[in-house]
């Protein structure tokens, strides 16, 4: 009767939180996915997905989403899709679909559209005046316009002993038009064998769909790691072969799960991420890469969290 | 001063043939591998890819190209494009771009007008005629629309130890309208490590996208195997788990070089392809799934190669 769910950032904590609750009293991984992402979706205030998510070069929020059954290696997946509410809903959808399970832009949003998905002006005035403002800085200061790129992932574990991966984000801010990272990619963004265990991904999207780092962390998984093991183990080794290979690698971070409910993490950057089981209460925890490819995981603070509310919701000019 | 080039279908074999002579003189291995997949693109009769290639539900062509380094990972790919003479080009193109790499939908083909490729209406009365007579097949007999898939993928290998794979398809034939399939995704239609080797995929996209297998196939290359021996282990066990949990897997058809010229190949159906090396002139083969998760490879006749030439140019009614 094991079951879990483990998400990247602080955004993930409510859904995670809630979701693990009704996968407790027997929900579906799959639709206690959906359900908690579509809560990172839906809230205002997280600007890196769904209502609220930054917009591209044109100022046209363009999002992504996909959706991983374990059972059945099912896939549905979105990218550049645009209006609609509940992006990881739709990515949910299409699964069920044999064929034409990966729909992209115009495409996919009429899809969504026919099929009855609720659709919206996903831009708010908030992540509009973002983008003025970003603009002028780029502007005034010859910046790099490529910013912030923070996806939810989640894996869950239900005590079905099915397994889920999903993915939701609107990408890299400023992003050219149709531009996908790795978020609606198979084995980069995300992966899922409910015999196994599941990862997913969040960072630069360029970078991290050259190593199939969900993937990786599955199949290592599968060769009898922990979770931690096989995370730390994908990771560092992968980022010390782009760096070697091409002078630089982009911001990883991934967190997984197997199939008894244990997880890990491993990540280039400072990461939050959140997770709870039927051993572990909700909790929000910060990840930081340590010594030996290893990763080192505390819980956030008090201060850290408020910060971070702070952060959010501050006034724009 | 190893080099060589292996390829999905028939199709491939003037522009491997052409090109592994350019490779023996020094020709970079990606520049041989757009060169051998544009004659693909360009000629009318594939119709699969590029110019002549089937369209989707609403009769508009709209393609998937990609293109990865294996010395630096870099990858560069495009989903859903129109209008654009070579998309393997663009994704060569995108490949030298550390953000936004990835495009699909109008974005590609508005980053490719803009990039100055070359644009060109790429249906042809042929491939109309063909998505014409399908229709009235599909409405008298109740067909299920969805029928071929032969994405053209390439790896090559130059002499100075280079490694680089490509794709490019018009993907499902009456596909809904922004469909994907594997061609453009990473670790699922094509990867290349040059310190190992690469591999590239072509078959029913929303199953190959299940199962990363040319990253797999590269992974086990990576541990010392034979590209054939890589092949095999990767596509029929990965075949047999799929059919296992779903009941069934579509057609899945992978060709794999190591950094040393050695080639394999595994399939799960009748499958064309060609290979040339150092060792050996271009040659088109035929595969098939043999006993004991092996692949039977054969050279195609004379009566076969007679055949198809018959079939693709065959007078419609």
């Not at 363009?62 to 059954?69: H, N, R």
């Not at 034409?100 to 009855?116: E, M, Q, R």
């Not at 198979?186 to 015999?195: K, R």
């Amino acid at each position: 009767m094991t079951y879990g769910m483990i998400a990247t950032w602080r955004m993930a904590y409510d859904g995670v939180a809630e979701m693990t609750k009704e996968l407790q009293k027997g929900k579906d991984a799959g639709d206690a996915l959906v359900e908690a992402i579509k809560q990172v979706e839906d809230y205002p205030f997280y600007k890196s997905v769904g209502y609220g998510g930054l917009p591209n070069e044109h100022c046209i929020l363009e999002m992504d989403a996909a959706y991983m059954d374990g059972n059945t290696f099912d896939i549905g997946a979105v990218a550049g899709i645009q209006d609609v509410k509940n992006p990881i809903a739709v990515a949910q959808s299409l699964s069920h679909e044999r064929f034409n399970s990966f729909l992209v832009g115009s495409g996919a949003t009429k899809y969504a559209k026919n099929a009855g998905f609720e659709c919206q002006n996903m831009l708010t005035e908030r992540a509009k005046r973002l983008w003025e403002l970003r603009m002028e800085e780029i502007q005034k200061h010859n910046l790099s316009p490529y910013d912030g790129h923070d996806t939810i992932g989640a894996v869950s574990l239900d005590i079905h002993k099915k397994m889920v991966a999903g993915t939701s984000s609107s990408g890299l801010f400023m992003k050219k038009s149709g531009r996908v990272g790795d978020s609606p990619l198979s084995g980069s963004g995300f992966y899922v064998d409910s015999e196994i265990g599941g990862a997913t991904a969040t960072g630069l999207g360029e970078d991290l769909m050259k190593g199939c780092l969900s993937y990786e962390i599955v199949r290592l998984m599968g060769t009898g790691l922990h979770p931690q093991q096989a995370a730390d183990q994908a990771v560092y080794q992968f980022a010390e072969k782009l760096t070697k290979r091409k002078g630089k690698a982009g911001a990883f971070s991934l967190v997984c799960m197997n199939k008894s409910g244990e997880w890990g993490v491993a990540t280039n950057v400072e990461f939050s991420f959140v997770v709870a089981t039927e051993h572990e209460a909700a909790e929000i925890y910060l990840a930081y890469p340590a010594e030996n490819q290893t990763t080192r995981i505390e819980i956030a603070s008090k201060e850290w969290l408020a910060a971070y509310e702070t952060r959010i919701k501050k006034p724009l000019d």
